[in-house]
């Protein structure tokens, strides 16, 4: 019989629901049932992507016995992840406080106030390399919140404490200036992987925001070593088998630092800012591969991530059934082994895969299978007719292999990141259908998750709105999006509704006495702690996203407070930049915009022609663009922008000062390249 998950809309908790654990989702209501019971609860918090919170699923919560003990001494709740960040974020903070590392499945006991007082991540079946059995700590729990009562709520209630005296650096009277930003990048030289590309070891995670960072840095002060992190870090990625060399698109990261072997899920936010990223090098460099795998890494998200709704979905798994086994296994869908090359393609052609594709009798994964790579070596692969022939036919064979599941909800920050991406890839390489693509994916943003007074809810599942209110990161990301999509579409609409979500930011988010950001709005739901965190995780922080976006707008419409609002924000990054650079990327890049004006360009005349086109083309840090016909009045930029004797023309502003207009777009790329 089917748990309390049954009527969910999350497809993680769907996956759960025919589970013989008693399941509830997050309620007061099940906090209540475990007031009544008198017994603990057991919370448990991932996402449908998870690897291993599918094995613990397969071992624990679809066994009978473990289900059973669960149901008798505890109250059980499952928490996606992904529709919750707020609660995920407060007790993650718990977690790492407690046992110094974090990840998922995250599995937390709370008392029925939702005080944490013990704490884990995945618990094997039965005792395994040190680990206690999920039985046993099952049992341990019981044993102490029956016999120790009164030690169990004394550990309570001094994390809640600990959590709640934990204070940032904070001081919203100083920004981030040329010092700091220099620091912040010889702290990054230091932790660069020069042989490998990345920074840190294994595994090895993309790092979207840090790269952005590294190119406005380059593209403010010249700083060569900045653009060859960014440039050797992006060439390493896009040749190793995180990225997927036939249908494009990046897997989640990579077991090694080398960037071969990856954890082969594919998520919705990694992709549209590795998209973004890349089109943004190709834009520094002219770069042939940062071209491809921008447009590839668009392609990828359109045709396998678009919902029927046209918003887009949030992740591929990363495991898939091997037709071999009938097992569910991880990678099973993208990797080969040489028999299996020679088999789709015949012998001569297979040498050729192996030689381009980096697949060897041994293989480089499991069981003789090889990750598909791009190494560097030339030789046979300047033929490039045949090496296309040969990709195009193993992705056809791949595609007769079972699919990985698709997570389809719809979540609105990672769609506003995905929006900024296509918008920009469709107007850099003059693809309309992915300007289209965005502008789709904005429309269901605000048809199905603004409410009338334009406030944002987390979630969508088939065209049905989840319960969940949206969370910083969700207004900032969508006011993002569609930042960028004014930018592109010269529809001042879009402008229009960032405006509304940031002011949201301003009255709900932001303390007015400090200028710090909460990652929930004052009228959210209280958990034990409101979260907060300004470091950048697998996206951009919500607090440093908001002030980007803040940024962008005050550029295009001189509200004061917006810009004030950034600027206090920013502090923040003055403490952290020069001390942990690589957990902070976004903040940094938003302070370079700042340092930078930014620049404020105005294009009448000329909506997606050359000189729209060279203004988007621009690699001044955070440069807005407004792009219309004279008079209007859709965007502030344009107002008393008349044409210059007819022609369409740009007008380049910086700090309450113009330069001429110019109806010429090799002057306008001067401008706006100017240090």
């Not at 999350?10 to 007061?28: C, E, F, G, I, M």
């Not at 990625?237 to 990046?250: C, E, K």
């Not at 300007?435 to 944002?456: E, T």
Request: contains cysteine; aromatic residues 8%; hydrophobic residues 45%.
């Amino acid at each position: 019989m089917p748990n309390r998950l049954a009527h969910e809309t999350s497809p993680y908790l769907l996956q759960h629901a025919d589970n013989p654990v008693d399941w509830w989702p997050w309620s007061a209501e099940a906090f209540e049932e475990a007031r009544k019971r008198g017994v603990p609860v057991l919370l448990s918090v991932g996402y449908s992507s998870c690897h291993w919170c599918h094995v613990m699923a397969h071992e624990s919560f679809e066994d009978d016995a473990t289900a059973a003990l669960m149901n008798e001494k505890f109250v059980n709740i499952k928490v996606d992840r992904e529709e919750r960040p707020d609660v995920d974020a407060v007790y993650m903070e718990a977690v790492q406080a407690a046992t110094g590392q974090g990840g998922w499945p995250m599995t937390v006991f709370l008392t029925p106030d939702a005080e944490p007082f013990y704490f884990g991540t995945y618990f094997p079946p039965e005792p395994r390399h040190g680990m206690p059995s999920f039985p046993q700590v099952l049992d341990g729990v019981h044993r102490a919140w029956t016999d120790r009562r009164g030690e169990v709520a004394e550990v309570a209630a001094k994390v809640v404490r600990d959590l709640g005296e934990r204070q940032l650096t904070h001081s919203a009277d100083e920004q981030p200036g040329e010092d700091e930003l220099a620091q912040a990048l010889l702290g990054l030289t230091r932790d660069y992987d020069a042989a490998h590309g990345g920074f840190g070891g294994a595994p090895k995670f993309p790092p979207s925001m840090t790269v952005e960072f590294l190119l406005r840095h380059y593209a403010r002060t010249g700083a060569e070593g900045a653009l060859q992190m960014a440039a050797d870090t992006c060439e390493r990625m896009a040749r190793g088998g995180i990225y997927d060399q036939l249908g494009g698109g990046f897997a989640r990261y990579s077991v090694d630092r080398e960037w071969i072997v990856p954890h082969f899920e594919k998520m919705l936010y990694d992709n549209a800012l590795l998209c973004r990223a890349y089109a943004h090098l190709w834009r520094a460099t002219g770069s042939e591969l940062a071209r491809r795998v921008a447009l590839e890494t668009a392609e990828f998200m359109v045709r396998e991530l678009r919902t029927n709704e046209g918003g887009f979905a949030s992740a591929l798994d990363a495991d898939s059934e091997d037709p071999a086994t009938g097992q569910h296994v991880e990678g099973a869908y993208y990797v080969w082994t040489a028999a299996q090359l020679r088999e789709v393609l015949g012998e001569a052609d297979a040498e050729l895969a192996m030689t381009c594709f980096g697949v060897t009798e041994e293989g480089t994964f499991e069981k003789g299978a090889s990750v598909l790579q791009l190494p560097v070596a030339e030789g046979p692969l300047a033929d490039t007719a045949r090496i296309e022939s040969v990709r195009e036919r193993l992705l056809a064979a791949r595609a007769e292999r079972p699919a990985p599941g698709r997570d389809d909800k719809v979540v609105a920050a990672w769609n506003g990141l995905a929006i900024a991406a296509l918008a920009e890839v469709g107007a850099y390489f003059d693809r309309p259908d992915l300007i289209a693509a965005a502008v789709g994916a904005g429309d269901l943003l605000v048809r199905l998750h603004m409410d009338a007074r334009a406030r944002l809810a987390r979630t969508s599942k088939d065209g049905q709105v989840g319960a969940n209110a949206g969370v910083l990161e969700d207004y900032a990301d969508v006011a993002e999006g569609f930042l960028a999509l004014a930018s592109v579409t010269g529809e001042g609409v879009w402008l229009e509704f960032a405006g509304f979500l940031l002011d949201h930011v301003l009255a709900q988010f932001v303390d007015a006495e400090s200028g710090a950001l909460y990652d929930t709005a004052a009228d959210a739901e209280r958990l034990i702690r409101r979260p907060q965190d300004p470091t950048d995780n697998a996206a951009p922080s919500g607090w440093t996203a908001a002030a980007g976006a803040l940024l962008s707008y005050a550029a295009h419409t001189g509200a004061e407070p917006h810009r004030t609002a950034a600027e206090r924000a920013l502090g923040i990054v003055k403490a952290l930049g020069p001390r942990v650079p690589r957990f902070i990327g976004h903040g940094l890049a938003v302070a370079e915009a700042a340092l930078d004006g930014p620049r404020e360009v105005a294009v009448v005349g000329d909506v997606l022609g050359d000189l729209h086109r060279t203004a988007l083309l621009g690699t001044a840090p955070g440069a807005v663009v407004a792009a219309g016909e004279p008079g209007s009045g859709e965007l502030p930029l344009l107002a008393d922008r008349p044409l210059v004797d007819g022609h369409p023309a740009a007008y380049v502003c910086r700090g309450f000062v113009c330069a001429a207009p110019t109806t010429d777009p090799a002057e306008l790329a001067e401008q706006l390249s100017r240090a």
